[in-house]
């Protein structure tokens, strides 16, 4: 079943204005599109909204309304560029990402929910990323792209159940449709404003009266779009450009501009999930003078360190005439980053100073008091665990890459936790009193005494004849007051024991 | 789709745990994440954790750190009790580090020692059953620590450890009860900062998590 984001940023023009100019969050905004006496307002920040200026109006009128009111002329070539930018990011989330419009984003969210705690905790990343870059977003998951989109409607994060896109979206407003406006006229002035009650619309009628049109429209109201998404592609190479304020001469400030600009480069890359093949360095001169260094790794890379190395042996042999004003690395050839690849993205543990930390607390309170445990395959229960010293782990972890691990999923997706039980060693006696089938029916240890709301067993373990040989019945019991305990008796010797006590 | 297999196809897809650090900690357990700000135990601050013997505060604790290592951070455990069982932690997750402290004191020294070296997202303190509660400033030490290192210390304890804990950013009560529907566990959020006191209630499993 196919499963859709969408990612819908409130007021994206606007906010992509103030995203550029953060200093002009608080000033009445208005977008102007077209030229000449054809512009118009196309979008408004809050402010300018309530003061009473609306889309579509002329400058004059809205100048009228608000003296102070800011006009911007909308840069569609820059806005694009900042929604694949945008998507770029996105694509970290999902194989595939579309670009459906200002600030509207689909992504193919199919399979993954299993990424992340769950889907809503998905939802809250994508929000979160978009947040992160200025941009306040709401995101919602469904069936179909429609009602993706018609979802974010209903909340900041929303997960439609599979199955139930039509009775998730009804009550939703029927201008969300991509309606014609004489539609839109038609069906609101039948009175037909939800589009719940277009959904219920039979098909003959709603194709007699607007034809194919109309089926489109019945059809997505209903959450059936099955239309495909059309996932974004690059425009541009991974590039990363740098202006310098002033320019710059000296070998340690190009060392250290040249450090920044790979950095962004292979982060750029990262994200794409690509390895540098071959790339170029253009530095653009006071003078005018434009350099081309070509970069080519002995193999593709994903380090940030060795395009710079690179990248600095390359500058030894050049002469600059005069300083830098500009540099601009560029990929020329990509591959797709190996696995064995991916662990030079993550967030490295500091090895050495785990180590010192493991030898402050063993000499503060003895190499026995610092363990890892270990499952070993035992029949005594308190021996199936094994602890070890710690160091052998943190060799493990230095080496073991996040992305490769199996996740425990079950039941952390569930919600439902696996109880946590104190076990203890050596098992404590009990004062137990049993039914005349020998079944505990009141209990008392250190903590809890009291009659028994139920005991499940027995559980019977026995074995190791050959060497300490045991024989016990193991029950779980709850007292009346909701306490749960592990306990067995033993059978070779006599006497009730707590052996667990769920916490 | 499995997430091995989404992964292998499309390496350049992000798990939450590649993602930038979050300034909480979700407990895995989706019914209390939702209430708790910021959807989880925040980093950088005190959390405590109390109840009585078998309230379940132990469970909660657990889970909390069993989301951490299977995100693949570092998590440690400081058990005064010396009663740590890892249940519903499989080794493919990785295992905590376990420090048992043989008092109070050590315990203390020992939490503090685990956030000053920066590496451990997660430190539980598990004082459950120490007649002593940490003192004030005691806790305010921790508490500097656990901002700089930017790690979520849990402490456990059977009774609140003081009413005046200014240095305690959350404070939660277990509390396990029977219903006819099964186990519940109660868990009151008691002190948050920006958040409304509130009480969750989760379903404990069935199976009820034999060793």
Redesign the interface.
Known sequence: MRRIACVRILNPLIAHFLQRNPNQRRQPIALLKGTGRTQTICALSRSAFEAGLRVGMLPQQAEAVLPTVRFVLSDASATQQEWERLAILL?????SVEIAGHGLFYLDA???G?????I??YL??LR??LL?ESYPARAAVAGSRFSAFAATYLAESYVVTQGKDRQSIARLSVRLLPLSPSLADALLALGIQTLGKLAALPDGQVEARFGREGIEMLRLARGEDPSPLRPFRHTQPPTAELTLDGPLEGGEAIRFVLSHLCDRFISQL?????ACDQARLYLRLENHEKITIALRPAAATVSARLLWHLALAALEHERLAAPVVALRLESVQTS??A?EQ?PL???A??NE??H???A??QA??GD????????IAAYR?EN??R?EP?ER?FEK?KL?D????????G??RA???????????PPLPMAIRTDTMGRPVWAQCA??WGPL?QA?GP?RLSGEWWSYPYDRDYY?I?W?T?????VFLDRLHGGWYLH???? | ????A?????????????????RTL?T????L?RVLPN?GIPLGHITELHG????????????LL??VL???R?AAWVDL??????????????????????NLP?AL??TH??L????WELVVADL?GSPKLASPQALQRLSIEAKEARAALVILHDHPTCNLGIWIALRLQA????SPQG?I?RIALEKARGQRTTEVA????P?????
């Open positions: 694509e970290r989330f999902s194989p199919h399979g993954m299993r990424l992340y705690t769950d809503r905790d809250a990343h979160a990323i992160a990262s994200s794409r999930g690509l797709p980053a696995p991916k993205f993550m967030r543990i500091d100073a785990a010192v930390t493991l402050k607390l503060a309170l026995d008091a610092v363990l890892v445990p270990k499952r229960p199936r665990i602890w710690p782990t972890t073991r996040p992305n490769e691990k199996p996740h425990d999923l039941e952390v919600g439902i936790p696996s109880e946590g039980i104190r076990l203890c060693m903590w809890v709301a499940e559980e779980l709850d009346t909701g306490e749960r305990a592990w667990g006590l769920y916490d | 789709m499995a997430s091995v989404l992964l292998q196809r499309h390496p350049h897809l992000s798990r939450a745990s590649d993602l930038p650090p979050p979700a895995g357990i989706a019914a994440d959807q009585p013997a078998s309230s379940g505060k132990l469970t909660l604790a657990q889970s069993r989301n299977r995100h693949g570092l009790t010396g009663t740590f069982y890892p249940v519903g932690l499989p080794e493919s997750i990785g295992a905590p580090l376990i420090v048992r402290p043989p050590l020294k020992a020692i685990l000053h070296s920066r590496q459950s509390r396990r009860c029977l186990r566990l989760v379903p404990l499993s199976e009820g998590g034999r060793p």
